[in-house]
């Protein structure tokens, strides 16, 4: 089969476009993926900023009756910080751990809204697809009336026992209670849609796709890039961890502006002073030791997981591309069948004609003829439906 790459038109008669997909989904599902990537790119930001200390601004004023002078009031403003500058580069990898911490989130939601938009859209596939079915069913339950007739006369002529007519009489309830069951299939996946989306299934045409070139195909997959980045995170989270129990310097600076007391007046003190200074702190914990290992193994563990999504994307590929061709395979043997059943029905029809055959055994030929026909569209939508398994897990394909 030629590779192409996946190319969707989604010509509907409502407001979706060819490349605008993503709106089949309803309002509310939309937004609450918006609110998934603010949410995301906001917490990365304060997760990116994390190193800097808040300043602590204090202002407070103070009243005293002790002295019988009368009551005192006394204030004061404070400004105080304490920053750490450097922490063996802990505050370099903090930031770039934020940076792989929000790309991984980010393809795992738009991953999660491929995967919903799939959902939507194979609704509508198998929709189309239960519609053929339903149709080919009665197809075949007109087949089984007609068999019952050619049994029930046969049995009253004497040339069958009863369990034949029993037989055909039981496959025609079988495919009227399918048919019902189709029916009920069909009540369910629109109500699914309904979840889903706020247009109409009925006014929306399915989309073509066609296979994606494998190469292209792993390079644009999510769940890859998504491993890939939490590969990426893990490795700046060890290194995060090794400088934890590293030497930290800090530098710590307090700006103070209150009253002196008035009852002890000094010339030797300032109203508004300074304090500043600096540390150097490494902690010694018992279990540095065991976080920094498991740190590693979490980020070995990273590693071996996007060795693992590598060789399952080109399994899936591999596999999917292998049942397309058994579907092509059916296609084409429905199509011999279709061009079987329709010579057979010409030659019945005439002999129906010249009275050698019934005009029932001319129909039972063009309803099996039809019904092959139905195959060839339903197995067209199956493979529809596997590449679309492929779509929901690529990005920038439309």
């Not at 496959?171 to 399918?178: F, L, M, P, V």
């Not at 995060?240 to 800090?250: E, F, G, H, R």
């Not at 304090?275 to 702190?281: A, D, E, L, P």
Request: proline share 3%; hydrophobic share 35%; aromatic share 10%.
């Amino acid at each position: 089969m030629k590779r192409l790459y996946l190319l969707c038109s989604f010509l509907c008669l409502s407001s979706l476009g060819a490349d605008e997909l993503g709106e089949i989904l309803s309002p509310t599902k939309a937004s609450l993926f918006d609110y998934r990537y603010r949410g995301n790119e906001l917490q990365s930001d304060i997760l990116s900023k994390s190193w800097v200390n808040p300043v602590t601004v204090r202002y407070g004023k103070d009243y005293t009756t002790r002295f019988k002078t009368g009551t005192i009031d006394t204030s004061s403003l404070s400004v105080y910080i304490d920053q750490p500058i450097f922490k063996s580069g802990g505050i370099y990898y903090a930031i770039k751990y934020s940076g792989a911490l929000r790309s991984a989130n980010r393809t795992d939601i738009t991953l999660q809204r491929r995967k919903m938009i799939g959902d939507a859209v194979s609704i509508l596939f198998n929709l189309k697809r239960i519609k053929l079915e339903k149709k080919k069913m009665r197809y075949q339950i007109r087949n089984d009336v007609i068999d019952i007739q050619q049994k029930r006369d046969s049995y009253e002529a004497g040339l069958i026992d009863s369990s034949f007519l029993d037989q055909a009489i039981l496959k025609k309830s079988q495919d009227e209670t399918a048919l019902l069951e189709m029916r009920l299939n069909e009540m369910e996946l629109k109500q699914r849609f309904a979840i889903l989306s706020d247009k109409r299934p009925e006014e929306l045409r399915l989309p073509k796709l066609k296979l994606i070139d494998k190469i292209h195909y792993r390079r644009e997959n999510l769940e890859l890039k998504r491993d890939t980045q939490r590969a990426l995170e893990m490795d700046y989270k060890e290194k995060m961890t090794w400088a934890k129990y590293l030497p930290m310097v800090s530098l710590q600076g307090q700006y103070t502006d209150g009253d002196l007391n008035p009852l002890f007046p000094s010339p030797n003190l300032n109203g508004s002073y300074y304090n500043y200074g600096f540390t150097v702190s490494m902690p010694i914990d018992i279990n540095a030791l065991s976080d920094i290992e498991l740190s590693k193994v979490e980020k070995l563990q990273a590693a071996t997981e996007v060795i693992d999504r590598k060789h399952k994307v080109s399994e899936e590929y591999d596999w999917i591309r292998n049942s397309l061709h058994i579907l092509d395979k059916k296609i084409s043997l429905a199509r011999k069948d279709e061009k079987i059943y329709g010579n057979l029905y010409k030659v019945t029809k005439n002999l129906a004609e010249a009275g050698e055959k019934t005009l029932y055994d001319a129909e039972v030929m063009k309803n099996s003829q039809q019904i092959r026909r139905l195959d060839q569209r339903i197995y067209s939508i199956d493979k529809q439906i596997q590449l679309l398994k492929l779509y929901i897990r690529v990005e920038n394909v439309l």
